[in-house]
């Protein structure tokens, strides 16, 4: 928990002539934390969290993730990045439903060039691991919800990156799926997983996390901390 895995000093990103979508923006998150970016559409949150995955890039400040110098990387370094560093769970799962629940657990590791026989031993751990192993088989589209959310996390977690990124993981789930993959969240935080969560979701953000980040018109307006919540939701 020593060392900084993210470092964003002073970034600003305007689309447009609009007004800034962020503006200097200044955030430290070290390994082993589990941070939840708080705020409203259109707060910022969603163009912070596309800055530290390396989907876009600040007009001014620096944004550093792992060692690497995030806002520096073209199109092919951005793609090696994300591959080695990040993995990341979107509200809707982004699941391919023409391939296996195997077979999406494998992708990241075929791009980044494992070896098949490691991918698939890597695979079938995840599966286990998440008490999913019994759809290695099926198609995603046969799942539940939680379900396929489990398979998201397993795939982003392929490559075991340093960092797991989730944008509104319980946005498309119910209730019960809901807190099922808060919790979810919370153990792999507890086995030392570096995550940021984005959401309006402030129980999700009190469930899984230990920290806020609350974001307004661009601007981080709040970072508060607690050491007491995800311990508490896995109890």
Known sequence: MNLPLIELRE????????????SDASLTVRSGEAVAILGPSGSGK??????IAGLDRPDT????????????????GSARYRRSRIGMVF????????????????????LAGMARGEAARRATELLES?????????????????ERQ???????????????????PTGALDTAAGRDVSRLLAELNAEGQTIVVVTHD???????????????????IEDVRSHTAAEESVR
């Open 91 to 110: 509200q809707f799962f982004n699941l391919l439903d023409d391939l296996t629940v195997t077979d999406n657990v494998v992708l990241p590791a075929q």
């Open 202 to 220: 402030l129980a999700l953000a009190r469930s899984c996390t230990h920290r806020t980040v609350r974001i307004a018109d661009g601007r981080i």
């Open 130 to 146: 998440l008490g999913i192993d019994r759809h290695a088989r099926a198609r995603p589209g046969r799942l539940s919800g939680g």
């Open 150 to 168: 489990r398979v998201a996390v397993a795939r982003a977690l392929m490559n075991r990156p340093p960092l797991l990124l989730a944008d509104e």
């Open 11 to 22: 970034v600003s990103r305007r689309y447009d002539d609009g007004p800034p979508a962020l």
């Open 61 to 76: 400040g620096t944004v550093t993730v792992d060692g690497v110098r995030v806002d520096r990387l073209g199109e092919a």
């Open 46 to 51: 969603s163009t912070l969290l596309n800055l």
